[in-house]
């Protein structure tokens, strides 16, 4: 691709996760630093890959997660929040959310480690998704780089919060189901949007009529969301015929 052409289709690229990160930068420097992997570095002579930043964006988002546990959960023993901190801030769990914000588009790689499927390593996108919190924070202080944060974690930290399994609601409905209408989910999924900014929607079915609706960056997410809402609704209409109070809802995501 022509060098000017190129820097247009960066440039695009950039503009469109900075929408889904939540925040327009300052300092553009900081958001192409963020995405430089040290292969590009190799190959076109640039001296900045996005290393150190990771290493500040660790400390920023375990501050973040940290703070957040310690006030939202006052009685949770100091064990338990150290293993609520460890399972969200996780390699794996950063390379979802990278994946759900499309920050592998955007990636400055070099030739060899895109060839090679650079752009969707779990590796390479949690390490990327540490060094746009570090750059965030860089930009535009601790507020910002709180808000997203918490906006991509939040409901992922309640979910581990409620105990084994507790964020996966589409186990959680099919068994409900199993027991309550001995009939299993059904979704019904679609999308909208380019391949770079797509947003999906799902339907969830129960006995052929729809019981929860969610949406999300990917389709599990979206499931995810739907499947909640369904599990929500199948539990309270238990709760209605048995005569009894249903159990608190799913905390909000």
């Excluded at 820097?7 to 300092?27: H, K, N, Q």
């Excluded at 965030?136 to 409620?162: C, N």
């Excluded at 609706?213 to 990917?218: A, H, K, L, P, V």
Aim: hydrophobic letters at 40%; a negative charge; aromatic letters at 6%.
């Amino acid at each position: 691709m022509h060098a000017q052409g190129k820097a247009a289709v960066d440039s695009a690229l950039d503009d469109r996760l900075e929408e889904a990160l939540g925040w327009r930068f300052v300092d553009r420097s900081l958001l192409v630093t963020a995405l430089t992997h040290r292969s590009y570095c190799a190959e076109f002579g640039v001296q900045t890959s996005n290393e150190r930043l990771e290493f500040l964006g660790d400390s920023v988002l375990g501050l973040v997660v940290t703070a957040f546990v310690f006030e939202q959960y006052p009685t949770m023993p100091e064990g338990e929040l150290a293993k609520l901190r460890a399972a969200v801030v996780s390699a794996e769990t950063l390379a979802e959310i990278a994946g759900e914000l499309d920050v592998g588009a955007a990636l400055r790689l070099g030739r060899g480690e895109d060839a090679s499927g650079g752009r969707s390593k779990p590796s390479i996108l949690a390490d990327a998704m540490e060094a746009l919190i570090a750059a965030v924070y860089l930009d535009g202080g601790v507020e910002p780089a709180q808000r997203l944060v918490l906006s991509v974690l939040e409901g992922r930290i309640r979910d581990q919060a409620a105990g084994p399994g507790g964020g996966d609601y589409k186990t959680r409905l099919q068994e409900l189901a199993a027991q309550a209408v001995e009939s299993l989910p059904r979704y019904q999924v679609r999308h909208e949007g380019p391949d770079h900014s797509k947003r999906f929607y799902a339907t969830v079915l129960l006995r052929g009529e729809p019981y929860g609706t969610g949406e999300g960056r990917s389709k599990k997410a979206a499931e995810q969301a739907a499947a909640r809402e369904a599990w929500a609704r199948l539990q309270a209409e238990r709760a209605d015929a048995a005569g009894g109070e249903p159990p608190g809802p799913p905390a909000a995501g």
